[in-house]
């Protein structure tokens, strides 16, 4: 998720989600494979990936498609995601963390692009996270911030799975210390704390959408400065 300095209280009818904001960094992926200290890690950048095209990303291709008919979800050379992904060995585990990493490659694209709507929102978000999600693009856009640099996702537990497989819920950690938000016309980076303040623990929903039949984002929520994702391994 999109994080740091300032933030953004979104409430919905079901519950109030803080929302951190892009003020001093965020990051997405595009697909690059390595092993990872828990399974596999995939890093995705501007590099061309099975779910986003090389072609580098304006405003215009907020409504380009890659070959699966998503958005292309393709991020600039200088935003890494590093997805340190257990190998689980369970079908709906898989696929629903297979659908995480979109939710956050289509979050980061839409904060590059400036958008706050449209398919690279809709495809990903549903329920009080679509709500969420266009609230916080609202600010970033306001700001006139993007975000540079790495982002790495670690330490994924799964305290509740459905047992029919349409839904579960989804834990990790994120390590912000070298993911920045930056101005989006000067290119000047946001000065930032850090150590324990750039490690960040969530909480997702991911839900099987009867529309599509594919994994989107419904709810998620998170702790700034945790000490127990500082010293989880993974990062």
């Not at 699966?68 to 689980?88: A, M, R, W, Y």
């Not at 996702?153 to 912000?176: A, L, R």
Request: net charge neutral; hydrophobic share 40%; proline share 5%.
């Amino acid at each position: 998720m999109l994080i740091k300095c300032n933030r953004v209280l979104m409430v919905t009818a079901a519950a109030a989600v803080v929302l951190p904001v892009a003020a001093c960094g965020s990051s997405q992926p595009a697909a690059k494979i390595d092993a990872g200290a828990s399974g596999s890690s995939a890093a995705t950048s501007a590099s061309p990936s099975a779910s986003a095209s090389s072609a580098a990303p304006t405003a215009s291709s907020s409504s380009a498609t890659a070959a699966n008919g998503l958005p292309d979800l393709t991020l600039p050379s200088d935003v890494t995601l590093q997805f340190n992904l257990p190998k689980t060995g369970d079908a709906v585990k898989d696929a629903a963390l297979q659908g995480l990493v979109q939710v956050e490659q289509a979050q980061f694209k839409a904060t590059e692009l400036g958008v706050t709507t449209g398919p690279i929102v809709d495809d990903f978000y549903i329920q009080d996270a679509g709500f969420s999600v266009r609230q916080f693009l609202s600010y970033m856009q306001g700001k006139g911030e993007t975000v540079t640099g790495t982002n790495v996702y670690y330490n994924w537990k799964f305290p509740e799975v459905d047992p029919g497989g349409k839904s579960i819920q989804i834990t990790y950690c994120e390590d912000q210390n070298k993911l920045f938000a930056k101005n989006r016309t000067t290119g000047q980076t946001v000065p930032q704390q850090s150590g324990q303040a750039q490690f960040y623990s969530y909480k997702v929903d991911m839900l099987v959408d009867k529309k599509d039949g594919r994994w989107k984002a419904a709810y998620y929520a998170w702790k700034e400065g945790d000490a127990a994702c500082q010293a989880a391994e993974g990062h």
